[in-house]
């Protein structure tokens, strides 16, 4: 297939590599965008193993917890302007307080569900986007709950861009809970343990590591060895209990809960607009375009 311009740039913005090597990689994957980043990765050209969505869009998260159940949502916005504006951060308690009240599936049935005002929730959002003046979503949401002997950790970072919401068993130390939630918002790890992780996704990594140690020129027998210490350290960057506890880097999370004779059951951890794409402005044009008229 054609290769474009937008697919090596967005390529670059993803590993770091150059254009060049960008645009090779592309055109030996048949333009396939997971098999390009992995190759550069193979032959040690891209700079980052990760691969993150830009963060785009604008809004907020939040977390309501009451008792034994607990609220994390991100609702959104078109600018950051209005994401700071008293009225749109009034809405999005009422929306915490409308889910954590109803309990909603998914978040077309929380717009369906009436409100205490006799209007639905989606009626209350667009009242509210008459008065601000910006479209507003409510992007996703999660409800959990715990047991009386258990603790929630609510940590929000940036004023809302970042939210965990944390459950922890065996403890009922709320502080112990923020504490793991606040290392969440800093390290993003995806999963709670390595028994978490899917098969495929390790499958896929212990192959990229393979070859990047045949590529190094690395002798076979000893490839095998190789991708079994490199895997622990994959699983040491997306693994929550696996990682090195930000406020005490002696000890692994998993030994810091343990010394509260706790366990983390789950986390989730929301960023402003992960995954979304920002509209992108050209603000030359924009003036020429006034100028014409």
Do not use: W
């Amino acid at each position: 297939m054609a290769i474009t311009a937008q697919m090596v740039k967005e390529l670059r913005e993803k590993t770091g590599a150059g254009m060049m090597d960008c645009k090779k990689a592309l055109t030996e994957t048949d333009g396939d965008m997971e098999k390009a980043i992995d190759l550069l990765r193979e032959k040690g050209i891209a700079k980052a193993a990760k691969k993150a969505d830009r963060i785009a869009a604008e809004g907020i998260t939040y977390i309501l917890t009451e008792g034994n159940n607990a609220v994390i949502l991100e609702v959104n916005a078109e600018t950051d302007f209005v994401a700071k504006n008293e009225q749109f951060l009034t809405l999005v308690k009422e929306i915490a307080a409308h889910l954590l009240a109803k309990k909603p599936q998914t978040v077309e049935e929380a717009l369906e569900q009436k409100m205490e005002n006799g209007a639905t929730l989606n009626e209350h959002i667009n009242s509210a986007i008459a008065k601000i003046g910006e479209k507003i979503t409510l992007r996703r949401f999660a409800v959990l709950t715990k047991g009386a002997e258990d603790a929630f950790g609510a940590y929000q970072h940036l004023g809302g861009r970042i939210s965990v919401l944390t459950v922890l068993e065996g403890t009922t130390d709320e502080a112990v809970a923020k504490d793991v939630a606040m290392h969440a918002a800093a390290l993003n790890p995806k999963y709670v343990s390595r028994e978490q992780v899917p098969t495929d996704e390790v499958e896929r990594e212990k192959e990229v590591l393979k070859q990047q140690a045949l590529n190094e020129g690395k002798p076979e027998n000893i490839v095998e060895k190789m991708v079994i210490g490199r895997l622990n350290k994959f699983y040491e960057e997306i693994c929550l209990l696996e990682q090195l506890f930000v406020k005490n880097p002696d000890e692994k999370v998993s030994q810091y809960v343990k010394s509260k004779n706790a366990t983390i059951r789950e986390f989730i951890r929301y960023e402003v607009g992960e995954g979304l794409e920002k509209r992108q402005e050209n603000f030359a044009e924009e003036v020429m375009n006034q100028v014409k008229k």
